[in-house]
């Protein structure tokens, strides 16, 4: 499609001018503020866009009015211009009121805007290497509580038009704790945590978790560098697996040494060493 008319995208909410169990309305300059549904670019969230979040800080925990300093690249093989809507809400789903703390485009960002108390795209933005980054932070509110942050995003062809060759997707909503919300002793792990380790490639990584919650996984090496990094997922309670590939957050292969995951819940992190052989 080409972004004459492109869209609207909207975190939890939507993308161009439909999608269905996300609103979005095709608008080259971004639009935000919808959580309706819509089919004009699929019916559903298509897996082949991805959408990853880091923290600057690596964490999602903040102190009241504190400042998160966030990342959002935006990836697709083949559709190379790209779209996006940023919210934080109240709740973990669609419903919950937008406007939570403060959005600012970063001061390197020159197309991002602020909209309805979201942040959305001026123009849509072509990409490098199949991928864009959107650069932004988040005052948090000055009392303590929890939030939760909504991502939407779309790649476009530029074909001119509007149809499902065009994909759109969104994150599962991450948890941003605000001052004192933790939980102790929600999370645990035993001695066989990281199997095989040490590894030549791929390590399952096996935690505990006493309530569901929200749960964030990095990977760092010994200098403390992020080199992977999830995005934050509502886990159910019980025994959880995650399985590293053994990659960096760009794909590519890590080398021999030291690494430690961490498993974040709430304000809470825990430490699984974990060593690669190549």
Same mark, same amino acid.
Not at 54 to 80: D, I, K, Q, W, Y
Not at 233 to 258: H, K, L, M, N
């Given at each position: 499609m080409s972004?004459?008319?492109?869209?609207?995208?909207?975190?939890?909410?939507?993308?161009?001018?439909?999608?269905?169990?996300?609103?979005?309305?095709?608008?080259?300059?971004?639009?935000?503020?919808?959580?309706?549904?819509?089919?004009?670019?699929?019916?559903?969230?298509?897996?082949?866009?991805?959408?990853? #979040?880091?923290?600057?800080?690596?964490?999602?925990?903040?102190?009241?009015?504190?400042?998160?300093?966030?990342?959002?690249?935006?990836?697709?093989?083949?559709?190379?211009?790209?779209?996006?809507?940023?919210?934080?809400?109240?709740?973990?789903?669609?419903?919950?009121?937008?406007?939570?703390? #403060?959005?600012?485009?970063?001061?390197?960002?020159?197309?991002?805007?602020?909209?309805?108390?979201?942040?959305?795209?001026?123009?849509?933005?072509?990409?490098?290497?199949d991928s #864009?980054?959107?650069?932004?932070?988040?005052?948090?509110?000055?009392?303590?509580?929890?939030?939760?942050?909504?991502?939407?995003?779309?790649?476009?062809?530029?074909?001119?038009?509007?149809?499902?060759?065009?994909?759109?997707?969104?994150?599962?909503?991450?948890?941003?704790?605000?001052?004192?919300?933790?939980?102790?002793?929600?999370?645990?792990?035993?001695t066989d945590?990281?199997?095989?380790?040490?590894?030549?490639?791929?390590?399952?990584?096996?935690?505990?978790?006493?309530?569901?919650?929200?749960?964030?996984?990095?990977?760092?090496?010994?200098?403390?560098?992020?080199?992977?990094?999830?995005?934050?997922?509502?886990?159910?309670?019980?025994?959880?697996?995650?399985?590293?590939?053994?990659?960096?957050?760009?794909?590519?292969?890590?080398?021999?040494?030291?690494?430690?995951?961490?498993?974040?819940?709430?304000?809470?992190?825990?430490?699984?060493?974990?060593?690669?052989?190549?």
């Amino acid at each position: 499609m080409s972004f004459f008319g492109l869209f609207r995208i909207i975190l939890s909410a939507s993308i161009f001018s439909c999608f269905t169990a996300i609103s979005v309305f095709a608008h080259s300059s971004g639009k935000a503020g919808s959580t309706a549904g819509c089919t004009c670019h699929g019916a559903a969230p298509n897996p082949s866009l991805s959408i990853k #979040v880091t923290s600057a800080s690596g964490s999602f925990s903040v102190e009241p009015g504190g400042v998160l300093n966030l990342r959002a690249v935006v990836a697709h093989t083949s559709n190379n211009f790209f779209g996006i809507d940023i919210a934080v809400k109240s709740t973990a789903n669609s419903t919950g009121a937008s406007g939570q703390g #403060v959005l600012s485009p970063s001061a390197s960002e020159t197309d991002l805007r602020l909209s309805k108390g979201e942040l959305t795209h001026n123009l849509p933005r072509k990409g490098t290497n199949d991928s #864009v980054e959107f650069n932004f932070s988040w005052q948090a509110p000055a009392a303590s509580g929890v939030y939760f942050l909504h991502i939407a995003a779309l790649a476009a062809n530029n074909d001119g038009l509007n149809n499902t060759l065009d994909q759109w997707n969104i994150i599962e909503p991450i948890r941003l704790d605000v001052g004192s919300t933790a939980v102790e002793e929600t999370i645990s792990y035993s001695t066989d945590a990281a199997v095989p380790n040490p590894s030549h490639e791929s390590v399952s990584i096996k935690f505990q978790l006493d309530v569901a919650d929200y749960c964030q996984i990095l990977i760092a090496d010994m200098h403390g560098n992020i080199t992977f990094a999830s995005s934050g997922q509502y886990r159910t309670d019980g025994e959880q697996v995650f399985d590293w590939d053994g990659r960096d957050s760009d794909g590519i292969t890590a080398p021999s040494g030291r690494y430690m995951a961490l498993i974040r819940v709430r304000n809470k992190t825990l430490h699984i060493p974990i060593v690669i052989k190549r």
